[in-house]
T-cell receptor, first 110, second 115 residues
Framework: TQLLEQSPQFLSIQEGENLTVYCNSSSVFSSLQWYRQEPGEGPVLLVTVVTGGEVKKLKRLTFQFGDARKDSSLHITAAQPGDTGLYLCAGVGRDDKIIFGKGTRLHILP | DSGVTQTPKHLITATGQRVTLRCSPRSGDLSVYWYQQSLDQGLQFLIQYYNGEERAKGNILERFSAQQFPDLHSELNLSSLELGDSALYFC??????????????FGEGSWLTVV
């Protein structure tokens, strides 16, 4: 069974600080996605990474896919209150099914 | 607004009862997915339909069933409800059958509370 472990589960930091959250697995994925979910809404896709070692930037967010395509990280620079939310990683396996991690709940304090 | 519409938004029902959740996908999307989200289990894939046919099955209980109609809307039927079925149920849609390389758009979810 493929599993995605996200860490930390919860993170509360001050506005302006930097942070990194992680998504790890023992399985290889064809691609890996990051979503953000806000209260009362469904997850919204932020990025998809496909190639081992790939780095993608979305404004202050930097996403990296591990060389072996088993793990990923999301780094946020100068966090803002608008970054608050549940961050989910999701891996697509060889069976073409998406597996979601349980998420990192991020709270940015103004 | 993702373009995926789910009804009802909130539902409270008693144990043993049966409910139906409804989903209208984004215009033009042929795939519909159902997910269950709870605090302890996270977001769990239940089932996928593509153009009216079941394409992939996840952790869906035998008490649950789904279908996709010719107009591409979908329904998730939950029967013999138990307290543990209380969760947020999401519908999502995408243009094609494959999950890899596709952007999946989620609705706002249906909150089910079983009492």
């Amino acid at each position: 069974t493929q599993l995605l472990e996200q860490s930390p589960q919860f993170l509360s930091i001050q506005e302006g600080e930097n942070l990194t959250v992680y998504c790890n697995s023992s399985s290889v994925f064809s691609s890996l996605q990051w979503y953000r979910q806000e209260p009362g809404e469904g997850p919204v896709l932020l990025v998809t990474v496909v190639t081992g070692g790939e780095v993608k930037k979305l404004k202050r967010l930097t996403f990296q896919f591990g060389d072996a395509r088993k793990d990923s990280s999301l780094h946020i620079t100068a966090a803002q209150p608008g970054d608050t939310g549940l961050y989910l990683c999701a891996g697509v396996g060889r069976d073409d099914k998406i597996i979601f991690g349980k998420g990192t709940r991020l709270h940015i304090l103004p | 607004d993702s373009g995926v519409t789910q009804t009802p938004k909130h539902l409270i029902t008693a144990t043993g009862q049966r409910v139906t959740l409804r989903c209208s996908p984004r215009s033009g999307d042929l795939s519909v997915y159902w997910y269950q989200q709870s605090l302890d289990q996270g977001l769990q894939f239940l089932i996928q339909y593509y153009n009216g046919e079941e394409r992939a099955k996840g952790n869906i209980l035998e008490r649950f069933s789904a279908q996709q109609f010719p107009d591409l809307h979908s329904e998730l039927n939950l029967s013999s409800l138990e307290l543990g079925d209380s969760a947020l149920y999401f519908c999502a849609s995408s243009p094609t059958a494959r999950q890899n390389g596709n952007t999946i758009y989620f609705g706002e979810g249906s909150w089910l509370t079983v009492v």
